[in-house]
T-cell receptor, first 113, second 113 residues
Framework: DQQVKQNSPSLSVQEGRISILNCDYT??????FLWYKKYPAEGPTFLIS?????DKNEDGRFTVFLNKSAKHLSLHIVPSQPGDSAVYFC????????????FGEGTQLTVNP | GAGVSQSPSNKVTEKGKDVELRCDPI?????LYWYRQSLGQGLEFLIY????????KSGLPSDRFSAERTGGSVSTLTIQRTQQEDSAVYLC???????????FGNGTRLTVT
């Protein structure tokens, strides 16, 4: 039962353009969402998060949008840079999750110079 | 170093052997998690420790898997009688207070031949 899904295994964009990574969830009890970035041979690193009481959170070039009715969130990176090339994981948690995060399968982003 | 440290970084073992994976969390972090990432998959929750509370073992895939956390700090994940399907990257993460984000180590890549 995949409660967090990232349907695009890969995404390729040109440097300077916008990258949009998508994530869908099924568990309506999730109320806190995070994005992690992972480079090869390294552990995931926290990027940005959003609480269900908000629909947008922005941090520099990164913005996360949450659509609760659609159970959908997205990460926008603008402008995209070659150093942003990595695997991006969406994660979610909520009261019924204890303190564990449920992760999606990840999307490999490649930003071409 | 101030990050989460995992050892070994790589482990190759024969099917049927036992392995131990070690995690040193960030000093002062009371919460410790083990996840694993199989090839082409997302991060799968295994087990969670919080302070002196009983661990949440709900993610352990079989009774061949066990984990300990001694003295509220270092954790060891043990896999007995390894099988080829146990091959994965095993990631440890720790978390500080107030629902701060998880900080991951670089993982142990386990290959069972």
């Amino acid at each position: 039962d995949q409660q967090v899904k990232q349907n695009s295994p890969s995404l390729s964009v040109q440097e300077g353009r916008i990258s949009i990574l998508n994530c869908d969830y099924t568990n309506s009890m999730f109320d806190y969402f995070l994005w992690y970035k992972k480079y090869p041979a390294e552990g995931p690193t926290f990027l940005i998060s959003i609480s269900s009481i908000k629909d947008k959170n922005e941090d520099g070039r990164f913005t996360v949008f949450l659509n609760k009715s659609a159970k959908h969130l997205s990460l926008h990176i603008v402008p995209s840079q070659p150093g942003d090339s990595a695997v991006y994981f969406c994660a979610a948690t909520g009261e019924t999750s204890g303190s564990r995060l449920t992760f999606g399968e990840g999307t490999q982003l490649t930003v071409n110079p | 170093g101030a990050g989460v440290s995992q050892s070994p970084s790589n482990k190759v073992t024969e099917k049927g052997k036992d392995v131990e994976l070690r995690c040193d969390p960030i000093s002062g972090h009371t919460a410790l998690y083990w996840y694993r990432q199989s090839l082409g998959q997302g991060l799968e929750f295994l087990i969670y420790f919080q302070g002196n509370s009983a661990p949440d073992k709900s993610g352990l895939p079989s009774d061949r898997f066990s984990a300990e956390r001694t003295g509220g700090s270092v954790s060891t994940l043990t896999i007995q009688r390894t099988q080829q399907e146990d091959s994965a990257v095993y990631l440890c993460a720790s978390r500080g207070p107030n629902n701060s984000p998880l900080h991951f180590g670089n993982g142990t890549r386990l290959t069972v031949t």
